[in-house]
């Protein structure tokens, strides 16, 4: 049933795109309105995608290093893949390709952003990160991706777990971007295998001889590659490590004031790990809500504006105008509580308020 139906909208998504001369600005719009009208979600469930994906198979399906993301289909144009999300999230990010994706189970919190380029390095772009608007994806839902910073989003699944499927034109410009707040944006694709051969040995020196680390960190301050500045620190924030404060004046007296975004997006980092650590401890979609809702808010109408967006009302139903001002009153008590009279190391800090709901 999984094949034929893929078979089938394959060949729906050939002949539309045929149609158009199989131009990639067409791609997006095209492939959200053939997506839609085959109702993925009313054919396939996660349960049948995971069976299809299991059994031994002949034909080429591709492959996908991105963990939770199964090829189920490849052809000489575009790809097919189901997307299965648990207690991890996608934090803000872009696409080198165009296509659309399908929710097919679950309820989804996903933000779109704007990014402000300031300056652009190799691998890294340094400006301004911010949320645009936010939405509750449901079952069936169908969301054009247009390659590059024109689609901007991040998403946080509330029920576990998540699947989606995805429709990617093969024909792709630059890699993806993933972005940090308040203003980093870090490009696929840089890690090559003499900056892995570094970073394995900067990891080995970290867990051996801490002086040896940070004298490499000094090193590499000196050298003014902030790229791998960035990659050396993130690796070592996310195995645990909380950079002395010597470390981080290394850093800004080598690296200037970019050096505030990397240590920024460090901090955004870290949040992360924070929060889906939550998720796996807390199961319940709304307080998943909730979660999704502080993570992804820096300000209080941004906070406002987000608890109103997941209001889950009746899974089956519409929203319930009674549920969204409860949250909404809910939000307010939290702005008043962690916004309006913030504490002087919290103030400023991106998205402090998810770091205050992690106390709760």
């Known amino acids: 049933m999984v094949e034929r139906f893929l078979r089938s909208l394959a ?15 067409e791609l997006p719009s095209l492939a959200r309105d053939v997506v839609a009208t085959s109702r993925p979600s009313d054919a396939l469930d996660g349960a049948a995608l995971l069976r299809f994906a299991a059994a031994p198979h002949t034909e080429r399906r591709g492959s996908h290093p991105a963990k939770g993301v199964l090829p189920l289909f490849t052809g000489q144009r575009f790809d097919l893949f189901a997307h299965f ?37 190799r691998g890294l772009d340094f400006g301004a990160l911010g949320r645009t608007s936010i ?14 910073a024109d689609f901007i989003h991040s998403v946080l699944y509330l029920d576990r777990p998540g699947v989606a499927l995805s429709v990617r034109g093969r024909s792709r410009g630059r890699g993806s971007v993933t972005y940090f707040r308040p203003g980093l944006g870090l490009g696929q694709g840089v890690i090559d295998d003499a900056t892995t051969c570094r970073l394995q040995a900067l990891e080995i020196a970290r867990a051996v001889d801490e002086g040896l680390f940070v004298e490499n960190l000094r090193a590499i301050f000196a050298s003014g590659d902030r790229l ?22 290394a850093g800004e007296g080598r690296l200037g004031p970019s050096f505030a975004a990397l240590v920024g997006a460090l901090d955004d980092l870290s949040l992360y790990q924070e929060v889906a650590e939550l998720r796996g401890e807390h199961r319940d979609p709304k307080t998943r809500a909730l979660l999704a809702a502080l993570y992804l808010s820096d300000a209080p109408d941004e906070l406002r504006e987000a608890l109103a967006a997941v209001d889950l009302g009746d899974p089956s139903g519409p929203s319930d105008p009674a549920a969204t001002a409860l949250w909404t009153r809910v ?28 106390q709760l």
């Open 135 to 148: 939405a509750l994806r449901r079952r069936g839902d169908t969301v054009a991706v247009r390659p590059s």
């Open 85 to 121: 999300w648990v207690d991890d999230f996608a934090t803000p990010h872009d696409h080198g390709w165009a296509g659309a994706f399908h929710v097919i189970e679950g309820r989804s919190v996903n933000g779109q952003y704007r990014f402000t380029p300031r300056e652009r390095t």
């Open 11 to 25: 060949r729906d998504l050939d002949r539309a795109w045929s149609a158009r001369g199989w131009a990639e600005r």
């Open 331 to 358: 939000g307010e008590g939290l702005v008043r509580l962690f916004v309006d009279e913030p504490d002087e190391d919290d103030e400023g800090h991106p998205s402090f308020l998810a770091y205050s709901a992690g």
């Open 228 to 249: 791998m500045a960035f990659l050396a620190l993130s690796d070592a924030v996310q195995a645990g490590w909380a950079p002395p404060q010597e470390v981080l004046d």
